[in-house]
């Protein structure tokens, strides 16, 4: 997939349909992070070969470190994607790489050679605060005019009341802020735009000077999470609606939209409620939201808390708008719905790939007759599994889906430190397109514990032609 246009035009697809035709991923990069771990090392860019006839497949074939350490590389995104299709002169060629902690951007060359990427420049963070107040950066996403928009979580002391986006042109200079003087969000994390629908929504984290701690209960209580969408008009950036989620929807993180720009619905991932929630646009133009999926907390003994959340921190929803994946953190499983209802989600996939409930482990689940079990969870290729189903990242004909185990370095430790410890692994999930299901492919499996500079944390995952978590359509 090192080509990323298609029909001589701009970068990406005419359509989600048109990209399910894509060609399969051949390498799919990956953000590993150092910092946190003990290891006084950068952090890096790895490309894993993801071709089953090549002989390096399940391998890291290179590794881009960047040039400082403490930075946290977290989510990434793509200079142009197919917003600007209908661009000949836009091209996929730089992928984008928010560091959370240090506010540092960097852009990575990944057209000179795919399979080894380089450092093209660095948007310093004493550039950003100067000219907008913004620390923490998160999503990033393309716009079709060329720009860059990049969510940032809080001001450089970690308040979340600093936050708000920050935009950047083609060549990477900071151009200022996005949203209107006055108009930015209670908290920041992730947002989607549906340019048709002249909306763009986003969610909230928390605040850096909360999270970056660990997770501590109490400051959900002192109202340092979120619970909150913040609906903008596109692409004028004017707050016109909050939409407040209440106590199913504790910790809003990734948002997205069905892929199709003409439909005025999406969901977002609760991580704390463990809830999905979809948000629709009403008759008169505003913006609603109800609870479509819900995983009650297990009943457990030997933990902090005797009832556990499932915490969903990831999901994304297929191409064609058929299924939406989620992970289960925190539970360890990975389930798939049939969306094509919408407003009636129907389970048609579950799996387990690890979580703190497998066999082995110090907890148990409490049934309601208060029988105790834990839980099967396959090894592959003789590894035990580690930690819990984190970031996922689809294949453009949606029947593979690979998975890491990394959330947050400060998080990782706490909930699982065996896999700061040890490193996180990359797995591929296969998909039954046809019935539904899901099902672990015994071949492919990435340990990050083996290597060079020690174990690491892998988190997002990037193809070179775009996925369906980075591209949208206008």
């Not at 090392?41 to 890291?60: E, F, Q």
């Not at 360890?332 to 129907?346: A, H, M, T, V």
């Not at 490193?423 to 299901?437: C, V």
Request: proline letters at 7%; charged letters at 20%; aromatic letters at 10%.
């Amino acid at each position: 997939m090192g080509e990323c246009c298609a029909h001589g035009e701009g970068p990406g697809y005419a359509s989600p349909l048109e990209a399910m035709k894509g060609p399969r991923e051949a390498l799919i990069y990956v953000t590993c992070v150092y910092n946190g771990t003990g290891r006084e090392k950068p952090d890096y860019l790895a490309t894993v070969d993801t071709d089953p006839s090549s002989p390096y497949y399940s391998k890291v074939i290179h590794r881009l470190p960047v040039p400082h350490i403490g930075d946290e590389l977290h989510h990434s995104g793509w200079n142009s994607c197919s917003s600007c299709h209908g661009d000949p002169s836009a091209a996929r060629r730089y992928l984008i790489l928010p560091s959370l902690l240090s506010g540092r951007i960097y852009v990575v060359d990944t057209a000179s050679n795919p399979r080894a990427p380089v450092l093209h420049k660095v948007v310093e963070p004493a550039d950003i605060l100067e000219k907008t107040g913004l620390a923490f950066p998160h999503t990033s996403h393309c716009l079709a005019s060329g720009d860059l928009l990049v969510s940032c979580l809080g001001d450089k002391d970690g308040n979340a009341k600093g936050n708000g986006f920050l935009l950047l042109d083609s060549d990477f200079k900071v151009k200022g802020r996005w949203e209107k003087p006055g108009h930015s969000p209670p908290f920041g994390y992730d947002f989607w735009y549906q340019p048709r629908h002249k909306t763009m929504i986003s969610s909230s984290w928390g605040a850096p000077a909360a999270f970056t701690k660990g997770f501590n209960p109490e400051h959900v209580k002192d109202g340092l999470y979120g619970k909150h969408l913040s609906v903008y008009s596109w692409p004028d950036g004017e707050l016109k609606q909050t939409l407040d989620l209440g106590e199913t929807g504790l910790l809003p993180l990734e948002i997205r939209f069905l892929h199709d720009p003409s439909k005025a619905i999406g969901f977002v991932g609760c991580a704390l409620s463990t809830n999905m929630v979809r948000f629709f646009k009403t008759d008169d133009g505003s913006w609603s939201h109800e609870v479509a999926i819900s995983v009650p907390p297990l009943k457990v003994k030997n933990w902090i808390l005797p009832e556990m959340p499932g915490l969903i921190t990831d999901f994304l929803i297929s191409l064609d708008d058929r299924f939406l994946y989620f992970v289960n953190w925190l539970h360890g499983d990975i389930r798939q719905y049939n969306i094509e209802e919408p407003s009636k989600p129907l389970l048609t996939g579950q799996v387990w790939v690890g979580g703190l409930l497998q066999k082995g482990s110090s907890v148990v689940y409490v049934d309601e007759d208060g029988k105790e079990s834990q839980i099967n969870v396959s090894e592959i290729k003789g590894n035990k599994l580690r930690g819990g189903p984190q970031m996922i990242q689809l294949s453009l004909d949606g029947k593979r889906l690979y998975v890491t185990n990394s959330l947050f370095s400060a998080w990782d430790k706490q909930f699982y430190p065996d896999v700061v410890e040890k490193g996180s692994h990359m797995l591929q999930i296969d998909i039954d397109t046809e019935n539904g299901g899901l099902s672990i492919n015994p071949n492919f499996f990435v340990d990050f514990a083996s290597e060079p500079e020690g174990p690491s944390l892998a988190h997002e995952m990037r193809y070179p032609g775009g996925d369906c978590t980075s591209d949208i359509w206008v």
